[in-house]
Nanobody
Framework: DVQLVESGGGSVQAGGSLRLSCAAS????????VGWFRQAPGKEREGVAV???????????EHADSVKGRFTISQDDVKNTLYLQMNGLKPEDTAMYYC????????????????????WGQGTQVTVS
């Protein structure tokens, strides 16, 4: 069975930093789409950052405009863990954060769509005041 387990969430003041981790078991971060999504109360889940393969390049990271320059997605193939470094946090970043992993190597064109991801973690809460 595939399991994605997030950690690293918490409560911070505006301007602070957190690093989220997503450890995978039964799944290997390779050429498929992986990413971080978030969902605030009363809002739809939205993509925050994704990693995918394009033009044969194994690792290509993108970030949503709302977090560009503040958040950084990365992955450690040895530890089989996905990270989201979040700096300059703002109150509007408050949400439940989920990591997601897909199994389709051709998922690049749909990388920002939830349907591209078969596996989801349970979520970790980030609260910024």
């Amino acid at each position: 069975d595939v399991q994605l387990v997030e950690s690293g969430g918490g409560s911070v003041q505006a301007g602070g930093s957190l690093r989220l981790s997503c450890a995978a078991s039964g799944y290997t971060y390779r050429r498929n789409c992986v990413g971080w999504f978030r969902q605030a109360p009363g809002k739809e889940r939205e993509g925050v950052a994704v990693v995918y393969t394009r033009d044969g390049r194994r690792y290509y990271a993108e970030h949503a405009d709302s977090v560009k320059g503040r958040f950084t997605i990365s992955q450690d193939d040895v530890k089989n863990t996905l990270y989201l470094q979040m700096n300059g946090l703002k109150p509007e970043d408050t949400a439940m954060y989920y990591c997601a992993a897909g199994i389709n190597e051709g998922c690049g064109p749909s990388r920002w769509q939830m349907g591209a991801y078969e596996y989801w973690g349970q979520g970790t809460q980030v609260t910024v005041s």
